[in-house]
């Protein structure tokens, strides 16, 4: 619900990048794509520093990294879509848009977030990649740098070109800039690891339940 409705508020704007009614789908499938890798990038180096082997085993591992990979095509979708829809609107603002994204000022940044978004996960059609720990942790990494860039290439390059070329202009992020985005995420590990430390990491009716089934497997 909140990345649908922050979509939308894109979505009516009028700015060129913006102005897509794929928004709200697109965002949900990149808050899942997101979101399963950020849960991937805690789980892996939890699971190895308590040795929580036995309860977060393989298969997860393996659930975890078809998930991203299904997702990662979602979203891979979505890029096409909006380039395509941006071409075939016939709209010259919306055209230039999708241009100037890809071989402007910003295009590098446009085709990192290709590389690390959809060309890296493409990795997770390997079985042995999805149940390896650490190959699946740095694709998860990649995935989590890669939605970041995304929105600054929905945010920073469709501001950057407006409708008038006394507002165009080069963004470029400042010591602030930086000390608030690393601070952002000293925080979310901050109530992470305070997290860890007070409540439990791992259902305990789940694992009963796990520790049920083996028991019936033995006998």
Sequence with gaps: SVHSVVSF????????????????????????????????????????????????????????????????WMVA??????????????????????????FGPYGWIFWVLMGINVLIPQALWSRRVRTNPLWLFLVALSVNIGMWVERFVIVVV??????????WGIFKPTFWDWATLLGSVGLFLTLQFLFIRFLP???????RELIAKREQTRL
């Design 201 to 207: 990491m791992i259902s305990i009716s789940e694992v």
């Design 9 to 72: 508020d894109f979505s009516i704007a009028l700015v060129p990048g913006w102005h897509s009614t794929i928004f709200p789908p697109y965002f949900v499938a990149g808050a899942i794509y997101s979101g399963f890798a950020m849960v991937t990038n805690i789980v892996i180096p939890i699971r190895k520093l308590y040795h929580l082997e036995p309860f977060i085993t393989e298969r997860h591992l393996n659930c975890f990294g078809l998930v991203l990979l299904a997702t990662c």
């Design 77 to 102: 979708y979505g890029y096409i879509m909006e380039s395509f829809m941006g071409w075939y609107s016939g709209d010259i603002f919306e055209r230039y848009l999708i241009f100037n994204r890809a």
């Design 158 to 167: 469709s501001l950057h070109r407006d409708f008038t070329p006394s507002a």
